[in-house]
Nanobody, 123 residues
Framework: VQLQASGGGLVQAGGSLRLSCAAS????????MGWFRQAPGKEREAVAA????????YYADSVKGRFTISRDNAKNTMYLQMNSLKPEDTAVYYC?????????????????WGRGTQVTVSS
């Protein structure tokens, strides 16, 4: 399975971006998916996750109320709508496919990773 993240860019604080993650295989619709991010000098952290049906989600406290994760299994694509962006959201964002079907925030729960897309929020 190959994952391709896109949609990153430079945006001013308070702005919005929508990230997309396209999966190469139909089987990804049976797996949970997630978004992680890594800022310079920091560890990779879970941002949001979604189960295979799209009915159960997880959000990091730092993005609750601002980010929305969703998926379209017919298109093998996952999304992350990011609103009210803050400079501290600046990071490389990675999408990943979970080993199981649930929404998990655990790094070890993911088996496939995309290359990442840069998000930069200016103040």
């Amino acid at each position: 399975v190959q994952l391709q993240a896109s949609g990153g860019g430079l945006v001013q604080a308070g702005g919005s971006l929508r990230l997309s993650c396209a999966a190469s295989a139909r089987t990804s619709s049976n797996n949970g998916m997630g978004w992680f991010r890594q800022a310079p000098g920091k560890e990779r952290e879970a941002v949001a996750a979604i189960d295979w049906r799209g009915s159960s989600t997880y959000y990091a406290d730092s993005v609750k109320g601002r980010f929305t994760i969703s998926r379209d299994n017919a298109k093998n694509t996952m999304y992350l709508q990011m609103n009210s962006l803050k400079p501290e959201d600046t990071a490389v964002y990675y999408c990943a496919q979970a080993r199981g079907s649930s929404a998990t925030r655990s790094y070890t729960g993911y088996q496939y990773w995309g290359r990442g897309t840069q998000v930069t929020v200016s103040s």
